[in-house]
């Protein structure tokens, strides 16, 4: 089984709606991430958390929100989706003593 | 903000042939990371570089950290189809942060 698993892996929505896209995680790390990919633009982080009761912005946080409703998971909320969200999103994980990131396999979302 | 300019962009090779791609910054990252992405998948680690000068390889694959810790090459020998992929650098400024900053990666296509 997959050590960090992303749900929905595709979602179609439309302009204005809420989505809500999911992140568990199964390697016990405290640091949880979210970033968005977008051709050009490399990985640009939205959100991070480095415990339960931690929560900071990253570069491009306007727009969306998370929660982080335990050890293993981090959401990611649109509260009103635009067409120019439409992105790959990916949630990582890593340990507190080691730099390394390990990435989920990315929500593909289309807002139309 | 730290920036990591990655080139070249896209570089499409025959099979067997060498190459190298770069990354290169102004600033002084505490550590480098590569990863590879596969279409549909997530970033994975290829290898850390921590020490300004230091050179890692792995089979193929040659990784090295510039003296002043500001920029990194990659080196793949002998490329193949299965190297075929996006490769991201992504550095890390330290203080107990582990905050990524990605560049924008390098397409590599390999012809058989």
């Known amino acids: 089984d997959a050590d960090v698993t992303q749900t929905p892996r595709n979602r179609i929505t439309k302009t204005g709606k809420r989505i809500m896209l999911e992140c568990s995680q199964t390697?016990?790390?405290?640091?949880m991430y979210w970033y968005r990919q977008d051709p050009g633009l490399g990985l640009r982080l939205i959100y991070y958390s480095f415990d339960v009761k931690d929560i900071n912005k990253g570069e491009i946080s306007d727009g969306y929100s998370v929660s982080r409703q335990a050890q293993a998971k981090f959401s990611l909320s649109l509260e009103s989706a635009i067409p120019n969200q439409t992105a790959l999103y990916f949630c990582?994980?890593?340990?507190?003593?080691?730099?390394?990131?390990?990435f989920g396999p990315g929500t593909r979302l289309l807002v139309l | 903000t730290q920036l990591l300019e990655q080139s070249p962009q896209f570089l499409s090779i025959q099979e067997g042939e060498n190459l190298t791609v770069y990354c290169n910054s102004s600033?002084?990252?505490?550590?480098l990371q590569w990863y590879r992405q596969e279409p549909g998948e997530g970033p994975v680690l290829l290898v850390t570089v921590v020490t300004g000068g230091e050179v890692k390889k792995l089979k193929r694959l040659t990784f090295q950290f510039g003296d002043a810790r500001k920029d990194s090459s990659l080196h793949i020998t002998a490329a193949q189809p299965g190297d075929t992929g996006l490769y991201l650098c992504?550095?890390?400024?330290?203080?107990?942060?582990?905050?990524?900053?990605f560049g924008k990666g390098t397409k590599l296509s390999v012809i058989p």
């Open positions: 390697k016990g790390h405290d640091r």
């Open positions: 990582a994980t890593s340990d507190s003593l080691v730099e390394t990131q390990y």
């Open positions: 600033s002084v990252f505490s550590s």
């Open positions: 992504a550095g890390t400024s330290g203080a107990g942060s582990y905050q990524l900053t």
